[in-house]
């Protein structure tokens, strides 16, 4: 929906088609007067979350679409932003399942001005059930926490957090 600064409605658009469920998080206008909107489109037929992104022009309508994404994952497309290049910066999580549980991940997609992939990364993002296996140094050797001493937690997961108790 575009409203004009007194709310008064210009145009009102749906994207999308009646096999899938899709959802916009953010929506940035662009240097032609379009708008790249980034989100997440669910196919009701297979169960399969994709980031979505879509440009339009002023009026809102579709110049380029692209899914980010594949089989078995639960993609989200949280945030877009423009980068100096032309293209686009794309953060939100990717989660897929392995061994029967679903290991999420924080994802970063960098495109060029078309939506085409230029660099993806993910980066783990710990579960919320894990469980503190043991804590070293940084030298590796086994500890307990003490203060301006910096630790490692390691988890069940194989995640890790490095922390630092400040005393003030």
């Given at each position: 929906?575009?409203?004009?600064?007194s709310?008064?409605?210009i145009?009102?658009?749906?994207?999308?088609?009646?096999?899938?469920d899709?959802?916009?998080?953010?929506?940035?206008?662009?240097?032609?007067?379009?708008?790249?909107?980034?989100?997440?489109?669910?196919?009701?037929?297979?169960?399969?979350?994709?980031?979505?992104?879509?440009?339009?022009?002023?009026?809102?309508?579709?110049?380029?679409?692209k899914?980010?994404?594949?089989?078995?994952?639960?993609?989200?497309?949280?945030?877009?932003?423009?980068?100096?290049?032309?293209?686009?910066?794309?953060?939100?999580s990717?989660?897929?399942?392995?061994?029967?549980?679903?290991?999420?991940?924080?994802?970063?997609?960098?495109?060029?001005?078309?939506?085409?992939?230029?660099?993806?990364?993910?980066?783990p993002?710990?579960l919320?059930?894990?469980?503190?296996?043991?804590?070293?140094?940084?030298?590796?050797?086994?500890?307990?926490?003490?203060?301006?001493?910096?630790?490692?937690e390691?988890?069940?997961?194989?995640?890790?957090?490095?922390?630092?108790?400040?005393?003030?």
């Open positions: 929906i575009k409203t004009d600064s709310g008064g409605l145009w009102d658009i749906t994207h999308g088609n009646i096999y899938d899709s959802e916009g998080s953010c929506i940035k206008q662009t240097n032609d007067g379009g708008y790249i909107i980034v989100g997440i489109r669910e196919n009701n037929i297979d169960q399969n979350k994709m980031i979505w992104v879509i440009k339009t022009n002023s009026n809102g309508n579709i110049q380029w679409e899914d980010f994404g594949g089989l078995n994952h639960e993609n989200v497309g949280s945030y877009i932003e423009k980068t100096s290049d032309g293209g686009y910066v794309i953060t939100g990717k989660g897929f399942y392995h061994q029967g549980k679903s290991e999420p991940k924080l994802i970063v997609i960098k495109t060029d001005g078309n939506g085409n992939i230029t660099s993806t990364f993910n980066i993002i710990p919320s059930n894990r469980k503190l296996e043991k804590i070293i140094d940084v030298l590796g050797r086994e500890t307990k926490p003490q203060t301006n001493i910096p630790f490692i390691i988890y069940d997961d194989g995640s890790t957090e490095k922390k630092l108790i400040i005393e003030k």
